[in-house]
């Protein structure tokens, strides 16, 4: 079995940190390295990964000079990655025990793959689940491009928590693009599965944990020039068939502009009424339709003179997000406990 590499990018979650670092080192297929970039933290950090590594030679650890920001230190890891497979881990989220096992074994059935995709499951600090992109996909199997690309739109893309890429996917579409910013990691996959055929296994293999200091709680409009770069690079690949293009170009266009409604949401919901302002005049204004962007602003205006406006938003929020959740807990109670468990360790 050809070894695979983990990348664990970190700042200053040391406990977050180790939890993750186990959650790897339980992993039925042993044939692994750990690679730990540690971006400047100035804590604890080292004295953890040593204490976790135990002296287990699969365990690296490397600390940057100065903190270069966090997609650098992911894009760092990836330019280093020299053997057959490699993965990402977030040192807040989790793996659990069988995750390399499912992903290489969809490989190994389909060996045209470039990435293994398995389900991670979005949940609270609790393990309650909240949400499972996967679980909105029609089945597993083999996608040949560009269908991949096109059932990962509309949110439902595989969280990188629990995909496993083959290296030459690196050399097919490129290293992790910092122009793109937040979802560079949507950029990746999507700009991979348009290419090249992926696989996907529904089985849950790792949780994703929202907790209010994650990266994805304070969205903000600033995500949008990277949509807009995703497109424009797709606009240019001659390698996608023009019909392709075109409707993955429209469709991410689509997406951004529901993006920008959802940060509009939550920006308001959270009492962030600058953050909501600059989504809807973005997409007044330049990302469109102009009328929805119209909309939003006067919404916005509402929701900040009126307080029974808010707390509307805030009920039609909370439903949104109970239905969201709603495929979610078809996963097997056991891959819920197991996950309850990794979160535990």
Known sequence: ?????????????????????????????????????????????ETIVAQEARGDPRVAYFCQPHNIGAAANFLFGMQRVDTPYFSFLSDDDVLLPDF??????????????????TSTIEVDTNGAPLFAPLALWPRDGLYEPPTGAFAMLGNRHPTWTTVVFRRESIERVGLLDLEVGAPADLDFE??????????????????????????????????????????????????????????????????????????????????????????????????????GGSLLVAGWRLCTRIALCRAALRAVEKARLRM??????????????????????
């Open 1 to 45: 079995m050809e070894e695979i590499t983990t990348i664990i990018p970190t700042y200053r979650r040391p406990k977050m940190l180790a939890r993750a670092l186990r959650s790897v080192l339980r992993q039925t297929l042993r044939n692994f390295r750990v690679h730990v970039y540690d971006n400047a933290s100035g804590d604890e950090t």
């Open 100 to 117: 390399y096992e499912t992903a290489i074994a969809g490989f190994a059935r389909w060996p045209s793959a470039l990435m293994s995709a």
């Open 190 to 291: 999507l700009h991979l599965a348009a290419v090249a055929p992926m696989v996907v296994s529904r089985r849950a293999c790792g949780a994703y944990v929202r907790h209010p200091a994650a990266h994805s709680a304070g969205e903000t409009a600033a995500v949008a020039p990277g949509f807009e770069r995703m497109w424009r690079k797709v606009e240019e690949d001659e390698s996608i068939e023009p019909a392709a293009r075109a409707r993955l170009v429209g469709r991410l266009r689509g997406q951004l502009g529901w993006k920008l409604v959802e940060i509009w949401v939550k920006a308001l919901v959270r009492g962030d009424d600058a953050a909501a302002h600059e989504a809807a005049v973005l997409m007044r204004d330049r990302y469109g339709p102009r009328i």
């Open 324 to 345: 969201r959740a709603e495929p979610s807990r078809a996963v097997e109670p056991h891959r819920l406990a197991q996950i309850r468990e990794a979160l535990a360790l």
